[in-house]
């Protein structure tokens, strides 16, 4: 929440009036009305845009088709205009006049509106705003979070406001300790906090922790409830989404580096086409690539009956979470139909609908610390050893005899071939890795892969083997409709696969029911065969082709058809005297590993790194799918940004610009200075991190429908700092040193999920704070049962990894992050949920994990305990009363981050067992594990102040 | 009609305090709440007794709530039967001889857009119906346990739903909207009654196995306060998890008295926030459940003839599922539980009662493992008087359509289906409403869902009226602003 105090401070400046300058539609007010430092008796933006959203735009708003009486009351001409009555429905100044009043006002059911069946009426008080507004003219405004950001330098002193009193040091400390890196003080972080008494103190406190590793594992927990993060896909089956911890990594370090928020965003949009790619530092890997792995952790059901509308629910998932994510927009509300309340067309949604459709999901080749790049160049440079393609350039008649046989007896293509690959290019096709290389080989080339011995090239192919076996690669074909009789694809190869991905559609390499058949193993290395699709089921639909080649083997390919194939012709090969020459050298050439000699490999190349990725397609528009029906296509809306919000409106024609899927534009639209909604969402974002309430409390929602900010020109302000220093640290260290953050009477805040456990598992004494890699499995319980079970159960401690790198299994979350509120990963959840439930009573005092951790801290302490009194020289009685006193106080500054007064270490004594005037010994570890397990539950523990 | 997209933020009564408190500053919070309270209580629309809580956050802490009926009731507690997925109408309780003659032959009337929009021929019924009980009802046999409970039930032919999807239909079914974010009917049940016992929750959902389509929010207490979110319970073992002390009584009573003590220690010190308050009061309600828990998960003092009765002990695992779920819905009645919901168990490959194809084989497993239980259920609490207090209602998000989805399923179809209610002041033994000749549409008196929960709340005491929570600007009702109460149903 908003510092109570600032609130108060601030309450006057929680307004932007709206201004009578402001003419037209509420869209396209460019500039807000100055900020009135009192607030306006009647304000549009709070007392009557919530009015109109909620009384009226059901029927007379944006959205055009479910407009009645063409009356809108969205913006101020058509307000003005009226509808077909003919009267207007506000006359400014005059609200005697004005219709809207009459009819919301009127106790003729026949007249009232909103319609007396089915809705509420407008309350007397708003009628007294709405009579109160139209008299000083009826102002509208844009809403304030659509229109621009001030102008102008951020201003110093918005977070410095005197508050009643700056709760104490070690409240603070534990505080900025749980907000920062979401760990309790340490017992030597107190104690330097406690020592230092320079000004600075508070300054090396937020810079140390912001500069520590757990900073990242912290604020990267953050991010992954926005982006909905999740390692499996949920539905029947919980399929894993592989590698998906890798993204969880990428956040991780991109908080850790601080990565400017405008980098930050266009890399998750579009890090795959990055003109510079960011690359990681300790092992060269493009980071930038790695960051649109979250287009992906979207649900997904095996075998959808509509794969076009499996293929919509996936996009729509991913839209929904990109602009609420980035822009606090609810976009997808506009899958259908216009939005009710906010500028967004329905035609806007299918312009980004068109972007994310035209982009493919892919598992990206990463070449850590650049082995496999030298291991090309290595290969390619090998001329004299005679690991190249050569061309036949007249210096070895061998060759040139080679050659022209080749050439002699290739035959051109079937007619009918949709793409060849003998004149130089790949046709239109991708190819990522390196295994394809950068072209073809032509007929005639004369190439020695490594381990090989040198062959004569018999075709023009598309071949990932010319150089060695083991780089990897893909090739994908470009977007094409599938046609009614099947698709072919004539190769030969081995550990090589041919894949036809419909609408997107990639479960069939989980589950192939519905697309039985459509990954097809290439394994026939001394023959030329032709694969086909039998994909009449899915004629119409959108589709591409890979060539997949992850593996030892290679494969190589001349040509492919749409259309000319169909399944019974799959084999034997239908085509004779195809293109190439003799099947003899076809082979020889092709797979030179089972005719030709034999050679030991020069080159040890490792495997590549792969991410899950996102990667462009054919770009193509989207049509408008008419009611949200993906069947029911209307008009091809171009690809682009929301166009209220774009920087740069389109062309008359209604075209922008774009390349590709258009997402590189879309990410540049996105972190545009001129963009207001950006910068306010993630500045809010931060202030909801480091106080759990926004100062707009619908963090993701910053349209009409969502929360009023409690201060907009505080929001504003850190939203403008944002903007200049792109520095989400620096965002973060200015509020944990203002007097707001520090102020006493802030609300008591829950620890959340995460943070309580590793809280526990930290004082307990045995954090594992080694980072990142694959995820430490999910602890099965009995009660998480149903398909999709892990076979095996993961540790009960989690391996005491921090929660951040604990498996989430959308169909088996962990019961103890449930119990606390950890969101189900659906959509973008920017403010988690705080409930208070008795199960939560009985995770902390039945839960074997709780329990584990309590007997593992209490062992500990008996031995501190024990260990303190042996080495005392005083009398055992005194020894051990002192050595136990001493491990209370250390047990509550290590669960409670404050010194223990004597009334408490006298109950935590007695609560022992320890008698205090007779007791030789210090108690047992039983006691003490009580004793950690009733600090454990105790509320200080688990509370915030 | 809102399409569902938009997930309004779920806001506690606190939120609502504090969002309105924004822009006055906190000096005027505790005024401003009194407030609220007062102009609730002066427009009669926090419930009877809402006020009287007193302190501020007392009702949103989970503290008892001094609350109830407005009138007299006639339930006291209801279980609901969800029949996830949509059981088809036509095929349970609502014979269509028509479809048997256009069996195989083009659907004679006009059809609506269905989901899946691959319309085959009109579709015969593959089960027959017979009369029951002294009312004659008929039902097929797919039913034939439920059947021999004819004269108990009133069954609504007329039911309409506005949704065509799952996830939008089971929201609307279960919080009135469907949109996420709205409480379930059992938190607006628990909400309005109070809390009637401290050692089970009030509002308790029994998971055979399948979470429905729209997950646990179908389940919240959206913004009513946290204390009023269901309980999820697995009838088999300890029900729910870490219900099993780690430690013996005594020594976890001394543990907790001693955490209690550090816990008064910090409250005082803290002001006594209400967070913290809600948070000291369910570290002892989890003590109580400890023993109140396992105490209703004993089955093995049933005798014989109720394992028998329930089919505790059948050949099909998924009866064995859903007899202990119905038997432990009768526990639940019997210690006081207010809103009980039964969840279906997975039955072979079928993905619940939806039925897309293969309606023969899904319907009849589906069918098999609830009907004898709920037989057993509903004489059960007859015979221990239970019944007449205990209002129970069968049904699905919608029903099927008449002609075939492919050729051998049916489609979702909301414009006219079958739900049944039973006991709690419901008159057994009659039919209301009716369906066209295909059991495609509604042909007289429709029904809506408001309409039900506003029957359901009358049952409990309750006008529909009034039982509100002020959110958002508005005095929010489970009916939003929909809802007649069906007297015709009414014994």
Same mark, same amino acid.
Not at chain 1, 790 to 810: C, F, H, I, K, T
């Given at each position: ?8 401070l601030r309450a006057a400046a929680v307004a932007v009036g709206g201004s009578a300058a402001a003419m037209g539609a509420w869209g396209d007010v460019g500039t807000p009305a100055p900020a009135l430092r009192s607030a306006p008796a009647v304000d549009f933006t709070r007392d009557i845009a919530p009015v109109l959203a909620a009384r009226c735009f059901q029927c007379h708003g944006p959205d055009a088709s479910s407009r009645k009486s063409g009356l809108r009351l969205d913006t101020r001409a058509g307000a003005l205009k009226g509808g077909k009555s003919g009267s207007a429905a506000i006359v400014p100044g005059k609200p005697e006049e004005s219709e809207l009043l009459a009819r919301v006002m009127s106790t003729d059911a026949d007249e009232r509106m909103p319609p007396v069946e089915g809705h509420v009426a407008v309350t007397a008080a708003e009628i007294d705003a709405l009579h109160a507004w139209i008299t000083a003219g009826a102002p509208y405004a844009k809403h304030w979070s659509w229109a621009a950001l001030p ?28 907000? &920062? ?103 060269? /890997? ?11 952790? /979207? ?55 068109? &972007? ?15 082995? &496999? ?107 094409? /409709? ?39 193993a290439v394994d026939h290395p001394n023959e030329w065969r032709t694969h086909a699709w039998d994909a009449k089921r899915y004629a119409g639909e959108q589709a591409y082709i890979e060539v997949i080649d992850d593996g030892d083997g290679c494969i190589a390919m001349d040509w492919v058809s749409l259309g000319m194939v169909t399944g019974k012709d799959l084999e034997p090969a239908p085509f004779e005297g195809a293109p190439g020459a003799t099947s003899n050298t076809d082979a020889d050439a092709t797979l030179a590993a089972s005719t030709a000699p034999a050679l030991t490999p020069t080159l040890d190349i490792p495997g590549p790194m792969r991410v899950l990725a996102m990667e462009d397609g054919t770009g193509m528009d989207s049509p408008l799918y008419v009611r949200g029906v993906a069947r029911n296509a209307g008009d091809t809306v171009p690809r682009g940004m929301i166009t209220a919000l774009r920087s740069d409106k389109p062309g008359a024609d209604g075209s922008a610009t774009v390349t590709g899927s258009g ?214 009685? &005194? ?67 | ?63 008892? *709530? ?81 059947? *021999? ?23 609307? !079914? ?7 974010? *709205? ?23 029994? #998971? ?12 919240? #207490? ?11 319970? *697995? ?6 998890? #870490? ?78 599922i859903f007899a202990r779920e119905c038997l432990l819905a009768r526990r639940m009645v019997e210690r006081g539980v207010q809103f009980i919901e039964l969840l279906c168990p997975q039955t072979g490959g079928n993905d619940r009662w939806d039925q897309h194809s293969n309606l023969k084989n899904g319907h009849e497993d589906n069918a098999r493992a609830v009907d004898q239980p709920i037989a057993a259920l509903l004489m059960d609490l007859k015979r221990r008087g239970l019944l007449e207090q205990t209002l129970v209602v069968w049904g699905g998000e919608f029903g099927r359509t008449p002609f075939a989805q492919g050729t051998d399923g049916r489609d979702h179809n909301p414009h006219g289906f079958t739900v049944w209610l039973a006991g709690g002041g419901i008159k057994g033994g009659i039919t209301y409403g009716s369906t066209d000749e295909f059991g495609y549409k509604v042909a007289e008196h429709p029904v809506e869902i408001h309409d039900l929960h506003a029957t359901m709340l009358h049952c409990l005491g309750f006008?529909?009226?009034? !039982? ?24």
């Amino acid at each position: 929440m908003v510092p109570p105090l600032l609130l108060a401070l601030r309450a006057a400046a929680v307004a932007v009036g709206g201004s009578a300058a402001a003419m037209g539609a509420w869209g396209d007010v460019g500039t807000p009305a100055p900020a009135l430092r009192s607030a306006p008796a009647v304000d549009f933006t709070r007392d009557i845009a919530p009015v109109l959203a909620a009384r009226c735009f059901q029927c007379h708003g944006p959205d055009a088709s479910s407009r009645k009486s063409g009356l809108r009351l969205d913006t101020r001409a058509g307000a003005l205009k009226g509808g077909k009555s003919g009267s207007a429905a506000i006359v400014p100044g005059k609200p005697e006049e004005s219709e809207l009043l009459a009819r919301v006002m009127s106790t003729d059911a026949d007249e009232r509106m909103p319609p007396v069946e089915g809705h509420v009426a407008v309350t007397a008080a708003e009628i007294d705003a709405l009579h109160a507004w139209i008299t000083a003219g009826a102002p509208y405004a844009k809403h304030w979070s659509w229109a621009a950001l001030p102008d102008g330098a951020a201003r110093t002193d918005m977070l410095h406001v005197d508050v009643a009193a700056s709760t104490d040091h070690h409240s603070w400390l534990r505080r900025v300790h749980f907000d &920062i890196v979401g760990l309790p003080p340490s017992l030597d972080d107190v104690r330097t906090f406690d020592a230092d008494h320079s000004p600075a103190a508070r300054e090396r406190v937020v810079d140390t922790l912001l500069a520590s590793p757990r900073y990242g594992e912290r604020w990267g927990r953050h991010w992954m409830d926005v982006m909905r993060y999740a390692e499996t896909l949920g539905h029947e089956f919980d399929y894993s989404v592989d590698e998906a911890w890798r993204w969880r990594d990428w956040v991780i370090r991109a908080f850790n580096t601080d990565v400017p928020y405008a980098q930050f965003v266009r890399e998750q949009i579009a890090g795959d086409l990055l003109s510079t790619p960011r690359l990681n530092p300790a092992d060269g /890997t493009n980071e930038s690539v790695t960051a649109t792995g979250w287009w992906w952790m /979207t649900q997904s059901t095996h075998a959808p009956v509509d794969v076009r509308l499996d293929q919509a629910e996936r996009v729509d998932n991913q839209i929904d979470v990109a602009t609420k994510a980035f822009l606090g927009t609810t976009a997808s509300c506009a899958r259908c139909h216009d939005h009710k309340f906010d500028e967004v067309s329905q035609r806007d949604y299918y312009a980004l609908f068109g &972007i994310v459709k035209s982009s493919r999901r892919a598992y990206a080749y990463q070449d850590p610390h650049g082995i &496999i790049g030298l291991a090309v160049k290595t290969l390619r440079m090998g001329e004299d050893t005679g690991r190249t393609i050569a061309r036949a350039d007249g210096s070895n008649a061998e060759w040139e005899r080679a050659a022209a046989q080749a050439k002699a007896a290739a035959k051109p293509a079937p007619v009918g071939a949709t793409w060849t690959f003998d004149r130089g290019t790949f046709d239109g096709w991708t190819a990522s890795g390196w295994a394809f290389g950068e072209t073809p080989v032509n007929c005639g080339d004369r190439i020695a892969p490594d381990g090989h011995a040198p062959v004569t090239v018999a075709g023009g192919w598309a071949f990932s083997g010319a150089l060695s076996d083991k780089l990897q690669g893909t090739l994908r074909s470009p977007t094409f /409709t599938v046609p009614e009789i099947g698709i072919g694809v004539r190769c030969a190869g081995s550990k090589c696969r041919l894949r036809l991905v419909i609408d997107g559609y990639y479960l069939d390499d989980h589950n192939a029911l519905l697309f039985e058949s459509f990954t097809q193993a290439v394994d026939h290395p001394n023959e030329w065969r032709t694969h086909a699709w039998d994909a009449k089921r899915y004629a119409g639909e959108q589709a591409y082709i890979e060539v997949i080649d992850d593996g030892d083997g290679c494969i190589a390919m001349d040509w492919v058809s749409l259309g000319m194939v169909t399944g019974k012709d799959l084999e034997p090969a239908p085509f004779e005297g195809a293109p190439g020459a003799t099947s003899n050298t076809d082979a020889d050439a092709t797979l030179a590993a089972s005719t030709a000699p034999a050679l030991t490999p020069t080159l040890d190349i490792p495997g590549p790194m792969r991410v899950l990725a996102m990667e462009d397609g054919t770009g193509m528009d989207s049509p408008l799918y008419v009611r949200g029906v993906a069947r029911n296509a209307g008009d091809t809306v171009p690809r682009g940004m929301i166009t209220a919000l774009r920087s740069d409106k389109p062309g008359a024609d209604g075209s922008a610009t774009v390349t590709g899927s258009g997402r590189l534009q879309l990410a540049d639209e996105l972190v545009s200075p001129r963009n207001p909604l950006t910068w306010r969402v993630m500045a809010n974002r931060v202030w909801h991190h480091l106080t759990s309430r926004g100062i707009v409390p619908s963090t993701d929602d910053f349209g009409v429908l969502g929360q009023a900010p409690a201060d907009k020109a505080l929001l504003d302000e850190l939203a403008m700092r944002l903007r200049a220093h792109g520095s989400v640290k620096e965002l973060i260290r200015q509020i944990a040193l203002s007097s707001a953050y520090a102020a006493a009477d802030r609300p008591l805040r829950r620890l959340d999920a995460e943070t309580l456990r590793d809280a526990m598992i930290s004082v307990a004494g045995g954090l594992d704070l080694t980072m990142g890699g694959p995820s430490i499995p999910v602890h099965l319980t009995d009660a998480m049962q149903g398909r999709g079970r892990p076979g095996n159960s993961g540790p009960l401690d989690g391996a005491r990894r921090r929660s951040v790198y604990q498996e989430v299994r959308r169909n088996f979350l962990n019961p103890f992050m449930l119990v606390f509120d950890e969101p189900i990963p659906t959509t973008t959840v920017g403010a988690r949920s705080v409930s208070n439930v008795p199960a939560q009573g009985l995770t902390l005092m039945n839960d074997p994990f709780v329990r584990g951790q309590a007997e593992r801290w209490g062992a500990a302490m008996a031995a501190r305990a024990a260990g303190a009194c042996a080495l005392s020289s005083g009398l055992p009685d &005194i020894a051990a009363r002192t050595a136990t006193q001493d491990t209370v106080r250390a047990m509550c500054m290590a669960a409670y981050a404050r010194p223990t007064t004597e009334e408490e270490v006298m109950n935590a004594v007695a609560f022992l067992g320890v008698s205090t005037d007779a007791a030789p010994t210090v108690p047992d570890a039983n006691a003490w594990s009580d004793l950690a397990h009733a600090i454990l539950l105790s509320a200080e523990f688990r509370f915030l102040r | 009609m809102h399409c569902g997209k938009y997930q309004p933020h779920a806001i506690s009564r606190r939120d609502m305090l504090r969002r309105s408190a924004c822009g006055f500053g906190a000096a005027a919070f505790a005024g401003m709440f009194a407030q609220v309270i007062r102009a609730a209580e002066a427009a009669g629309s926090l419930g009877a007794g809402a006020g009287a809580s007193g302190a501020a956050g007392a009702a949103a802490i989970g503290a008892a *709530r001094v609350a109830g009926p407005h009138f007299t009731p006639t339930a006291r507690s209801v279980i609901f039967l969800y029949m996830d997925g949509g059981p088809s109408q036509m095929d349970t309780f609502d014979p269509k001889p028509a479809l048997a003659k256009w069996n195989g032959k083009p659907f004679p009337a006009s059809m609506e857009p269905t989901q899946f929009n691959n319309n085959g021929a009109t579709l015969g019924s593959p089960w027959e119906f017979t009369r029951h009980g002294e009312c004659g009802l008929e039902v097929s046999s797919l039913f034939p346990h439920v059947a *021999r409970c004819a004269d108990e039930l009133c069954v609504v032919r007329s039911m309409t739903s506005k949704f065509n999807e799952h996830t939008n239909a089971n929201y609307f !079914l279960h919080t009135g909207a469907s949109i996420v974010g *709205r409480p379930s009917m059992g938190a607006w049940v628990s909400y309005g009654l109070g809390d009637a016992r401290n050692d089970l929750p009030n509002f308790v959902v029994i #998971n055979g196995g399948l979470i429905p389509p729209g997950g646990r929010e179908l389940l919240g #207490n959206g913004f009513l306060p946290s204390a009023y979110q269901s309980s999820l319970f *697995r009838p088999q073992g300890d029900g729910m998890p #870490n219900v099993h002390g780690a430690l013996e009584t005594q020594r976890q009573r001394k543990l907790l008295d001693f955490s209690g003590q550090m816990d008064e220690a910090f409250a005082s010190r803290a002001g006594r926030p209400d967070a913290l308050e809600g948070a000291i009061h369910n570290a002892e309600l989890a003590f109580a459940m400890q023993s109140s828990v396992p105490d209703l998960m004993a089955l093995d003092g049933e005798t014989k003839e109720v394992r028998e009765l329930y089919g505790l002990d059948a050949e099909y695992e998924p009866t064995r599922i859903f007899a202990r779920e119905c038997l432990l819905a009768r526990r639940m009645v019997e210690r006081g539980v207010q809103f009980i919901e039964l969840l279906c168990p997975q039955t072979g490959g079928n993905d619940r009662w939806d039925q897309h194809s293969n309606l023969k084989n899904g319907h009849e497993d589906n069918a098999r493992a609830v009907d004898q239980p709920i037989a057993a259920l509903l004489m059960d609490l007859k015979r221990r008087g239970l019944l007449e207090q205990t209002l129970v209602v069968w049904g699905g998000e919608f029903g099927r359509t008449p002609f075939a989805q492919g050729t051998d399923g049916r489609d979702h179809n909301p414009h006219g289906f079958t739900v049944w209610l039973a006991g709690g002041g419901i008159k057994g033994g009659i039919t209301y409403g009716s369906t066209d000749e295909f059991g495609y549409k509604v042909a007289e008196h429709p029904v809506e869902i408001h309409d039900l929960h506003a029957t359901m709340l009358h049952c409990l005491g309750f006008d529909h009226r009034l !039982l509100t929570m002020r959110f958002g600007g508005r005095d929010m009702r489970l009916t939003d602003v929909h809802g007649r109460v069906m007297r015709e149903w009414l014994a």
